[in-house]
């Protein structure tokens, strides 16, 4: 009985991973494909150093879905784990998917910490960050999750018996939730809030400011960000419960059925944390009709897209009030 059990369990999580998984995995690549082009074509966003850090987060998220959702779906469909659990393959996955992770939450946290500091009446903040500097800060972001989570490329090994991916490393076995904990689901979320509750206060503060100036600003960006953040906060959380038990019961000896029962509980609570990294481009739609437009002139063929924002025209608007008062 409890081998037919076990079966069935072992079934509903290859379902689960076969048909969600793959959705997930088609709907991102659409999407980062758009954003990417999106991002890089329109005249009101390529020269943002905030439009750069999420055209990086774009790119850092479809590695992360290649290395952690592909070979779960590749399982999921065959059956089939010998690939997957290829050395070589195990090793540079395991290192390639927190670090895609952490590295395109941070191009997040970047990004909107830009808008913080353009939405911001000092005009010495709106001009701290440039693109030179956006394009150094990316690069060194990158070095650094290579380096930080390199580690995993040798506490993760192919285990003989039975023939599976795992941590080897009694210590790492107890470290690596943790970490997975901290730096891109807990991290990212408190650092979100605060930068977006910023975002918000300063919009606030502005509104006079625009009505005096008689200048209607078409921010692209912001919404989406702050759109973001809260898909992320509610993606993050099913996450992070599971991730508190399984840091607390560690020590805890478990059946084989219990194993089998956590990993249906652990993939229905852990799929929707790869949504912040496969959906953006959907969310960007609804919440933005600017973007909307932009999506449609892209789609239509038209040579060129217009800006919706000056920005030149904007900050001398800024000189010129500030000189009045």
């Known amino acids: 009985?409890?081998?037919?059990?076990?079966?069935?369990?072992?079934?509903?999580?290859?379902?689960?991973?076969?048909?969600?998984?793959?959705?997930?995995?088609i709907i991102d690549t659409i999407g980062n494909l758009f954003n990417v082009i999106l991002f890089s074509r329109l005249e009101s966003l390529n020269k943002l150093p905030s439009s750069l850090f999420l055209l990086a987060s774009f790119i850092g998220s479809q590695i992360m879905l290649i290395t952690g959702l592909v070979p779960r779906v590749i399982v999921g469909l065959t059956g089939n784990t010998s690939l997957v659990n290829f050395l070589l393959?195990?090793?540079?996955?395991?290192?390639?998917?927190?670090?895609?992770?952490?590295?395109?939450?941070?191009?997040?946290?970047?990004?909107?910490?830009?808008?913080?500091?353009?939405?911001?009446?000092?005009?010495?903040?709106q001009r701290w960050v440039t693109l030179q500097q956006t394009r150094l800060?990316?690069?060194?972001?990158?070095?650094?999750?290579?380096?930080?989570?390199?580690?995993?490329?040798?506490?993760?090994?192919?285990?003989?018996?039975?023939?599976?991916?795992?941590?080897?490393?009694?210590?790492?076995?107890?470290?690596?939730?943790?970490?997975?904990?901290?730096?891109?689901?807990?991290?990212?979320?408190?650092?979100?809030?605060?930068?977006?509750?910023?975002?918000?206060?300063n919009l606030g503060q502005q509104v006079a400011f625009y009505l005096r100036g008689h200048i209607r600003c078409?921010?692209?960006?912001?919404?989406?960000?702050?759109?973001?953040?809260?898909?992320?906060?509610?993606?993050?959380?099913?996450?992070?419960?599971?991730?508190?038990?399984?840091?607390?019961?560690?020590?805890?000896?478990?059946?084989?059925?219990l194993h089998a029962q956590e990993a249906i509980v652990s993939t229905v609570f852990v799929l929707p944390a790869y949504c912040p990294y496969s959906i953006m481009f959907y969310v960007y739609l609804i919440?933005?009709?600017?973007?909307?437009?932009?999506?449609?002139?892209?789609?239509?063929?038209?040579?060129?897209?217009?800006?919706?924002i000056n920005t030149q025209r904007i900050r001398k608007s800024n000189i010129a009030l500030e000189l009045r008062m």
């Not at 195990?90 to 998917?97: A, I």
């Open 1 to 25: 009985m409890n081998d037919n059990f076990l079966r069935l369990l072992q079934s509903i999580l290859q379902t689960l991973y076969a048909t969600v998984g793959l959705v997930l995995f």
């Open 89 to 125: 393959l195990c090793k540079v996955r395991t290192m390639l998917k927190p670090a895609s992770a952490t590295f395109s939450m941070a191009c997040v946290c970047l990004a909107a910490f830009d808008r913080y500091l353009y939405s911001s009446l000092d005009l010495r903040c």
């Open 137 to 201: 800060i990316i690069t060194i972001t990158v070095i650094l999750c290579l380096v930080v989570f390199s580690p995993y490329a040798v506490l993760f090994y192919t285990a003989p018996v039975p023939s599976s991916c795992s941590i080897v490393n009694p210590i790492f076995i107890y470290v690596q939730p943790c970490l997975s904990l901290i730096f891109y689901n807990l991290a990212p979320v408190v650092i979100l809030s605060i930068i977006c509750s910023l975002i918000w206060r």
């Open 218 to 257: 078409y921010d692209q960006v912001t919404p989406l960000i702050i759109a973001q953040m809260i898909v992320i906060l509610a993606t993050t959380f099913p996450t992070v419960i599971w991730l508190i038990y399984t840091i607390t019961t560690q020590n805890v000896s478990k059946s084989s059925l």
């Open 287 to 308: 919440v933005s009709p600017v973007f909307r437009r932009n999506v449609k002139c892209l789609v239509l063929g038209k040579r060129r897209i217009l800006p919706e």
